[in-house]
């Protein structure tokens, strides 16, 4: 997946496991808009919206919850 930094502009590559393990994060922890991901080249911070690792991973699966037993 390609992206931009928002600071210096400069774009860089996630990995697909990179990816995938960001979209296990935020599923994990009920995350519903960004996942920070740091500049290879500056070292701050970007957002990478959800819809876009999603659109990155299509064959993604959530994490089964298991459910509380009665």
Known sequence: MQ???V???RPFALSKEVVH???DTMAAQH???F???QCP???KFTRVP???LLHAAPDWKAPLVGK???
Request: hydrophobic residues 25%.
């Open 21 to 23: 393990a960001a979209l």
């Open 31 to 33: 995350l519903d808009h």
């Open 68 to 70: 509380p037993t009665e």
């Open 3 to 5: 992206t931009r930094c």
């Open 35 to 37: 996942f920070n991901v």
């Open 50 to 52: 959800r819809p876009d």
């Open 7 to 9: 600071n210096c502009h």
């Open 41 to 43: 080249h500056c070292h």
